[in-house]
T-cell receptor
Framework: DVKVTQSSRYLVKRTGEKVFLECVQD?????MFWYRQDPGLGLRLIYF???????EKGDIPEGYSVSREKKERFSLILESASTNQTSMYLC?????????FGPGTRLTVT | QQQVKQSPQSLIVQKGGISIINCAYE??????FPWYQQFPGKGPALLIA?????SEKKEGRFTISFNKSAKQFSLHIMDSQPGDSATYFC?????????????FGKGTHLIIQP
């Protein structure tokens, strides 16, 4: 059974803080993804990675960066959190076509 | 620019009825079209997917219909059940949907009334 875990279910941070969201998958998947989900907007791709130390920008990368030092771990970094980054963040991994999602981290920036 | 348009935004169907959700895309490079189902508090999970070389794919009560010339695809849920109540997302990807991320529609909140 594929498992994608995210470090926190809920997170509250202050404007300007540096925020790390961690994602770990246990299925040796090559590909990992970060999306944000907002009501009425669906899921939007922030960054993805197809190999260790490789990363590609998605549709909305501004204000975010990522790190993938190990195959199973993919981190999303908010360098200086802003209130418009309050959202649900979803991590996913895939080997071929099917993406497996974690439960999400609801981040609130105040 | 929204590349995958999904409708309706919300849908209420009686138990036993047919639920239909529609999506349209613009990018002709898309070659993989999945549908994801999301329950409250959970991440989305793949429900069914289709590639443009077939016009229809059926898995149990769930069917995708695909119209390449119209650049449209739809999800049909036959004999809809209260347990089908969830949010449904259509999505699309190029390069076979492997290493590339997915472009999602905005979602449809489906309620099946008992």
């Amino acid at each position: 059974d594929v498992k994608v875990t995210q470090s926190s279910r809920y997170l509250v941070k202050r404007t300007g803080e540096k925020v790390f969201l961690e994602c770990v998958q246990d299925m040796d998947h090559e590909n990992m993804f970060w999306y944000r989900q907002d009501p009425g907007l669906g899921l939007r791709l922030i960054y993805f990675s197809y190999d260790v130390k490789m990363k590609e920008k998605g549709d909305i990368p501004e204000g975010y960066s990522v790190s993938r030092e190990k195959k199973e771990r993919f981190s999303l970094i908010l360098e200086s959190a802003s209130t418009n980054q309050t959202s649900m963040y979803l991590c996913a991994s895939s080997l071929y076509t099917e993406q497996y999602f974690g439960p999400g981290t609801r981040l609130t920036v105040t | 620019q929204q590349q995958v348009k999904q409708s309706p935004q919300s849908l209420i169907v009686q138990k036993g009825g047919i639920s239909i959700i529609n999506c349209a895309y613009e990018n002709t490079a898309f070659d993989y079209f999945p549908w994801y189902q999301q329950f409250p508090g959970k991440g989305p999970a793949l429900l069914i997917a289709i590639r443009p070389d077939v016009s229809e794919k059926k898995e149990g009560r769930f069917t995708i219909s695909f119209n390449k010339s119209a650049k449209q695809f739809s999800l049909h849920i036959m004999d809809s059940q209260p347990g089908d109540s969830a949010t449904y997302f259509c999505a699309a990807s190029s390069r076979g949907g492997g290493a590339d991320g997915l472009t999602f529609g905005k979602g449809t909140h489906l309620i099946i009334q008992p």
